[in-house]
Structure formats: C-alpha cells, structure tokens
C-alpha cells in the first residue's frame, strides 16, 4: 500500500458542511477557535502529519461553511480555506431543516422524528449547488476531491457531470441505515441521494453492515448492476467499501503523562479522594442514549450498594443545537434526572453524579480519560464514537474498562470491551459492576489487544486506506473506458488476420450472432450471418468456436452441418465437428431442488418471466416481464439466493442481459477458453461478446488477440462496437480475406 507521500494527486481539495475553524470575536478583535467534530480533529491530525513528511506534500485545500473572512486569514499552515456563504434563510431550512430533521433522525432510525418537508429538500438542493460553484471554482486536473458526509449528498454527482475525469472520493461519518428505513423517503429524494453518491469513485463508509445496505439500496433503487462491491454507474465503476475512521494514537497516548495533563489528573484525583470514576462524553443528541444511561446508573447504584461512596459517574454534554426545542427539552430531562439521582442517593460528602454541559479542553479530556475506571459509551445508534477509540488509546499507567453499545461503528473493533445494548438498564448497570471489579491482569490483557489494533488502523492509515482503493478504483474505470473500434483499428485487425497462418474465433451467439430478442427461441441467425461463418470455417487457417450460454440441444439444431467447435451452457459442455458432448467439469447438480421452488416463486411474482433450466444450470429470465417491477424483483431474488448459496461456495450468481443464471463455479467461457488457446499455437485470436458473460472470456485472450465487445459499457474488451449489426460487417472482413 502506498504511503501519503506516495499518493498520485496533485492537490487534495477537502470539502465539508463547515470549515475547521471559527472566527470569534473579543472586544475588536477576531481569534480563530477550531470546530468540535471527529471529522475536523482527525483531518487536521492528518494535515499536521503531513506537513511533518519530508518531502513536499500536496497542497490541502478546505473547503466549507464559514465567514469570508476566514479566507484572508492564515489560519493553518497545513492548509487554505474556502468559506461557502450559504444564506441565513436557505441554511435553516438546509442544515437545520434537511440535514437535522430528516436525515439525521431517519439515518439513526428515529423515524418518529423525521420531517418530510418539501422546502427543506429544495434548500438542500440549493446548498449543494452552492458547494459546487465554489469548488468549480477551484478544481484543476489532478486534483483528488474529498466530500465528507451527510450534508453533501448531491455533490459527488454535480462534480462528476462537470468533471468527468475528476478522482472523487465520498465519506459518510454516519450510519446508512437498511433498505426498509431508506424506502421511507421520498421516491425522488431517495433516488437523488443514491445517484448523487454514486458520483463518487469510491464510497466509505465506517462498517461493512453501513456499506451492504448502502449497495442494497442502490440495487433495489436505482436497479444498478453490482460486482461485489463495485457498482456499474453508466460507463464506469463506482466502489462501496468500510473503511472505520481511526484517531491519531500516539497524540492521546504520548498525552497521559505531559505536564498539562499531569496537573490536571492531580485536581482529579484530589477530588476524587480514593473513588472509582466512570465517565462518559458526548455531544448533546438524542441518539446518544443518555436518558436510558442515566437510569442504567440509577439501577447500578439501586442494585450494588456496596459501591456507595465509592465511585463517581461524571457525565460530560457537550452544547449542541441548543436553538432546536427537541434539544433544549432533551436536556431539560438530562438534567431533572441527574438530580433526581443525586437528590437519592448524594450526601454532603458524596455526590455520585457529576453533570457537566460545556466542552472539555484537550488535556483536562485526556486526564478524565487516562484515570476513569470505566468508559460508559452507550448510544441509541451511533456511526463510529471515536470518544471509545481516543478512551482506549489513552489507557497508559492506569488501566479501566470500557463500555460500549452495540449500536456503534467502534464496537466492530473494539470487541474485547464489555458491550451491551443502550436499552437494556438491567444488563448495562451489570456492565458498570463488571468494568468495576474486573482484575487488573484481564484488564490490561483486552486493552492491550484494543491499542495494538487502534496503533495499526489510525488515522493515517485510515486516509492511505482510503487513497490508496480510491487510487485503484480510478485505474479500473480507466481500463474499463469504452473505446470503440474505428475504421483504421479495423483494417488493422484484418491485416493480421491475413498474413496469420493459424487463427482462432471465440464467438459467443446472443447479442452477437443475433440480435437480443423478447423470445430466446426466436433469436435465429440469419442466411447472410451464416453465409460468412462458412466461409471463415472453409479456411483450412481457422478454428470457429460458437461459444454460448445455450444448450446442447439448441446448439445442434442452430448450428448443425456447420464444421464449428461448440460450446453450451458457458463452457460445461463441448463438442468438435464429428464428436460428441463432453462435460468440462465434475459438478453435484443437488443445489437444484432447492433453487427450483424459488424460482418458481418468483415467476408468481413476476408476470412475464420464465425460468430456462439446463443440465447444468438454472436461469430465471426477465426480458418480457415489466421493467419497473423487473428491477425490484431482480434485486430480491439475488438478495434471497446469497442467503441461500451461503452454504454452497462452488455456485455463483451470473447476471446476464435481463437473465439470472446460478451456475458451479468451477467452469466459465474464460476456462475453457484457456484450455483450447493452450492446446495450439494460434497467431491471430479474436474474441466477440456482448454481456457481463463473456468478460470472463475477454480477460484470459492474450495481448497480442483482439476482443470486441457489442454495446457502450465498461468491459476487459480492448474494444467496443455500438450495436449487433457491426458484427456482420466485421465477419465480412475477414470472410472476403478468406475467399
């Protein structure tokens, strides 16, 4: 993998609803106070690491929300701002419309709390446009475009349709929530959203789960095609993947013991006389779980009284959106029910609740974090939580336990920590007595799995992670660009074809042979097709290989008499002129008695398609079923066969042009392909196709062959030709060399 210095780019241009850092006014004057936000702590870790490198490093541009004056200052030497000035009106009903009541609440499955506003979606829009024409602005090739989060939607798409070679990278620093939540929105916003992401050439997101659903979605929405994790967007790739957000290690573990940190621990300490400290540290949000964490400590001290007088829970709210009623009344009960507990349980010498609303400097932070006992991270629903990761890194000298909700990103990582469910008091105030009373020895143990795992997936290589995929994604749509063949390249090819004296044809039949019909069996290849295919078969130079998803038995009634080698079902079966049959391969056809009834399933479903079943395969076929309907079910039936082919590693999904086919994996046109190149020495191979089929033969042909592929997608092809009918014309190229 690539280092940050290594990386092809010329500039980073990083773009995100505000900028790092705030202008704040005392008396006449303006001082720059940096934002709040894991995002905004961890790229300027990563500006400063970059700046240390010794060698010169791309320029960092940032841009985002903010005063303009904030553009004439020099700020940070690591990089240059660039304030988007969204008006007043247009940015209420964006951020604090859009973005924080109908986004934020549906994306954290609040969904009694989403607002479906029509004029927050146009303010959105808007905003997003606005983002854009600062960036057109700025961009220059070879610059790497980096959008961060919910609030930017629409951007990656914006950019890709003025910028279509731009290199655009996507981070969303929250969850994507499932298909059923998704499906909420409107049709128009969910598809606007979808197709405004895929803009992008590489998609982040903190957890595989985050990343499956996102592609699901965009399956059953948009009705892309996906690869893996790959998604063909039109004529190119867009890649989905996790890539969970890591904090700069050595910053808060190297923090514990500076003098700072040091004076600040000893007030602590001072304070706590001898008590365990529990903590936990959030920003004022209701997906963070606080009401069910208080009354979680509430049964804590109910349940274990032998801890009276002696632990402390201090439980830091950092101010957020305090304009917004669901905020102020949030902390309202935040603060009713921290004094109901102490008012319970407190004396005169022991208050067992310390609330504080208000943000905690660096140092005093890492010295809450370095001598508490135990870490109460407990959200409803949580993107990543680095407050876990920046706990874990600073657990150095002193040793305690964290807690952490399954709901969050962290909790992937972070599996030798205590989790619990946020909603479950009973278990989580079992949790605060185990983190408690754990032994030294097994405390250290599982932190010191924890670190060595934070150490190694930091920040840093967070971003060369990301870089580096996004790197490769571009290099695949870069092979994967559509060049059509041209009338020079044409002549080309047949001039090698003329002077070669042993050449080979691997020509697969639906789509290209014959044009795509609703009827397979009406897709019949025409006297003049023929014509030329016996012509190229008489040249004693020439091996022909009719090489098809077909069956046996059509293959035989299609092409019989005509001296071609063929090849059915994809490379299961071949027969030579004079031969028979023969299976390439050993296969268990079992897996068919529990496909079948599914795919009868889906024919219900589905009115107007029909299922193909071959010796060696089954095929559900789609192209005269209604194409709305189509995409829906399509997408089901793959999501329904994963489930089932989990335990079947050697079947495989193949997606055709409007077929399903599930297929053993242990043959494909590109193995027995190889195998028949192998057996001879052919000086001229060409190869013809027209679906994701036939990419399996493109890949194996050598350099020195030729590939053409019918139709403008990406392909492996060297070549592409607009539609069926240029095939005729090609074969009669070679057909006139041959007479």
């Known amino acids: 993998m690539k280092t940050l210095d290594q990386i092809n780019f010329k500039r980073l241009i990083i773009v995100s609803y505000r900028l790092p850092f705030k202008l704040v006014r005392k008396k006449d004057e303006y001082y720059a106070v940096q934002n709040s936000g894991g995002l905004v702590?961890?790229?300027?870790?990563?500006?400063?690491?970059?700046?240390?490198?010794?060698?010169?490093?791309?320029?960092?541009?940032?841009v985002g929300m903010g005063e303009k004056k904030l553009s004439d200052e020099n700020i940070h030497s690591s990089f240059r701002l660039f304030p988007v000035e969204i008006p007043r009106k247009i940015n209420d009903k964006y951020y604090g419309g859009f973005c924080n009541n109908t986004i934020w609440p549906l994306f954290h499955y609040f969904t009694s709390s989403t607002k479906y506003d029509t004029s927050y979606f146009e303010a959105y829009k808007t905003a997003n446009n606005l983002f854009f024409d600062k960036l057109r602005e700025l961009i220059e090739p070879g610059d790497?475009?980096?959008?961060?989060?919910?609030?930017?939607?629409?951007?990656?798409?914006?950019?890709?349709?003025?910028?279509?070679?731009?290199?655009?990278?996507?981070?969303?620093?929250?969850?994507?929530?499932?298909?059923e939540i998704l499906r909420l929105l409107p049709v128009k916003w969910r598809e606007m959203i979808l197709k405004g992401m895929t803009g992008a050439d590489l998609i982040g997101f903190h957890t595989n789960d985050y990343a499956q659903y996102f592609i699901r979605s965009v399956k059953r929405i948009l009705g892309y095609k996906v690869d893996r994790n790959y998604i063909n967007v039109n004529n190119r790739i867009t890649k989905a993947d996790a890539f969970p957000i890591g904090i700069d290690f050595d910053k808060f573990h190297d923090a514990c013991f500076v003098g700072?940190?040091?004076?600040?621990?000893?007030?602590?300490?001072?304070?706590?006389?001898?008590?365990?400290?529990?903590?936990?540290?959030?920003?004022?949000?209701?997906?963070?779980?606080?009401?069910?964490?208080?009354?979680?400590?509430?049964?804590?001290?109910?349940?274990?009284?032998?801890?009276?007088?002696?632990?402390?829970?201090?439980?830091?709210?950092?101010?957020?959106?305090?304009?917004?009623?669901?905020?102020?009344?949030?902390?309202?009960?935040?603060?009713?029910?921290?004094?109901?507990?102490?008012?319970?349980?407190?004396?005169?010498?022991?208050?067992?609740?310390?609330?504080?609303?208000?943000?905690?400097?660096?140092?005093?932070?890492?010295?809450?974090?370095?001598?508490?006992?135990?870490?109460?991270?407990?959200?409803?629903?949580?993107?990543?939580?680095?407050?876990?990761?920046?706990?874990?890194?600073?657990?150095?000298?002193?040793?305690?336990?964290?807690?952490?909700?399954?709901?969050?990103?962290?909790?992937?990582?972070?599996?030798?920590?205590?989790?619990?469910?946020?909603?479950?008091?009973?278990?989580?105030?079992?949790?605060?007595?185990?983190?408690?009373?754990?032994?030294e020895e097994e405390k250290i143990r599982r932190i010191l799995k924890m670190?060595?795992?934070?150490?190694?997936?930091?920040?840093?290589?967070?971003?060369?992670?990301?870089?580096?995929?996004?790197?490769?994604?571009?290099?695949?749509?870069?092979?994967?660009?559509?060049n059509f063949l041209n009338e020079s390249t044409l002549n080309h090819i047949r001039e090698k074809y003329c002077h070669a004296k042993k050449r080979l044809f691997l020509i697969d039949y639906d789509g290209t042979l014959t044009s795509l019909v609703k009827t397979p069996d009406t897709a019949i290849m025409n006297d003049n097709t023929r014509t030329m295919l016996e012509d190229l078969i008489a040249d004693s130079r020439n091996t022909v290989i009719i090489i098809s998803g077909r069956t046996r038995e059509f293959m035989d009634e299609q092409f019989k008499d005509l001296g071609a080698v063929l090849v059915a079902e994809h490379g299961f079966f071949t027969?030579?002129?004079?031969?028979?049959?023969?299976?390439?391969?050993?296969?268990?056809?079992?897996?068919?008695?529990?496909?079948?009834?599914?795919?009868?399933?889906?024919?219900?479903?589905?009115?107007?398609?029909?299922?193909?079943?071959?010796?060696?395969?089954?095929?559900?076929?789609?192209?005269?079923?209604?194409?709305?309907?189509?995409?829906?079910?399509?997408?089901?039936?793959?999501?329904?066969?994963?489930?089932?082919?989990?335990?079947?590693?050697?079947?495989?999904?193949?997606?055709?042009?409007?077929?399903?086919?599930?297929?053993?994996?242990?043959?494909?046109?590109?193995?027995?392909?190889?195998?028949?190149?192998?057996?001879?020495?052919?000086?001229?191979?060409?190869?013809?196709?027209?679906?994701?089929?036939?990419?399996?033969?493109?890949?194996?042909?050598?350099?020195?062959?030729?590939?053409?592929?019918?139709?403008?997608?990406?392909?492996?092809?060297?070549?592409?030709?607009?539609n069926q009918s240029q095939i005729v014309k090609i074969l009669s190229f070679f057909s006139d060399c041959s007479r």
């Open 41 to 62: 702590s961890a790229i300027l870790s990563l500006s400063d690491k970059m700046q240390s490198l010794e060698r010169t490093m791309p320029e960092i541009l940032w």
């Open 144 to 179: 790497l475009i980096w959008i961060h989060d919910y609030q930017l939607f629409f951007l990656p798409e914006l950019v890709r349709q003025s910028f279509p070679k731009a290199l655009i990278g996507f981070f969303l620093h929250i969850p994507f929530p499932s298909f």
């Open 260 to 439: 700072k940190t040091e004076q600040k621990k000893k007030k602590i300490m001072d304070f706590l006389s001898g008590k365990k400290l529990v903590f936990s540290l959030d920003r004022l949000d209701y997906s963070k779980g606080f009401i069910h964490r208080l009354k979680a400590y509430e049964r804590f001290l109910e349940k274990y009284p032998e801890w009276h007088f002696k632990v402390v829970f201090n439980m830091i709210v950092i101010p957020s959106r305090d304009i917004i009623q669901e905020y102020r009344l949030l902390r309202k009960e935040i603060e009713a029910i921290s004094g109901r507990i102490n008012g319970k349980y407190g004396t005169l010498d022991w208050m067992p609740l310390v609330y504080q609303y208000k943000s905690i400097p660096f140092h005093e932070m890492v010295a809450i974090y370095n001598l508490s006992d135990a870490g109460l991270i407990t959200p409803l629903r949580d993107g990543m939580n680095l407050v876990a990761k920046e706990y874990i890194a600073s657990q150095n000298g002193h040793y305690g336990m964290l807690i952490i909700s399954e709901m969050t990103g962290a909790a992937v990582e972070l599996n030798e920590a205590i989790t619990i469910n946020p909603t479950d008091t009973e278990k989580t105030a079992d949790a605060i007595n185990q983190a408690l009373i754990m032994p």
């Open 451 to 482: 670190q060595n795992r934070l150490k190694r997936y930091d920040i840093f290589t967070w971003t060369n992670d990301f870089f580096n995929q996004l790197e490769d994604t571009k290099k695949e749509n870069d092979s994967l660009q559509v």
């Open 575 to 722: 027969r030579y002129p004079g031969n028979n049959w023969v299976n390439n391969a050993e296969i268990n056809l079992s897996w068919k008695n529990r496909i079948r009834p599914l795919l009868d399933d889906y024919i219900d479903r589905c009115n107007g398609s029909v299922i193909e079943e071959k010796y060696s395969s089954m095929a559900w076929h789609y192209r005269n079923a209604d194409e709305d309907i189509a995409s829906i079910r399509i997408n089901e039936l793959k999501d329904d066969l994963r489930e089932i082919l989990v335990n079947e590693p050697k079947l495989q999904v193949l997606e055709g042009d409007k077929v399903l086919e599930i297929k053993s994996i242990l043959y494909d046109k590109g193995s027995i392909a190889t195998h028949i190149i192998n057996n001879d020495n052919y000086d001229f191979i060409i190869a013809l196709g027209d679906d994701s089929t036939d990419e399996d033969l493109f890949k194996i042909i050598p350099e020195s062959g030729f590939t053409i592929r019918v139709g403008s997608k990406p392909t492996n092809a060297r070549f592409n030709i607009k």
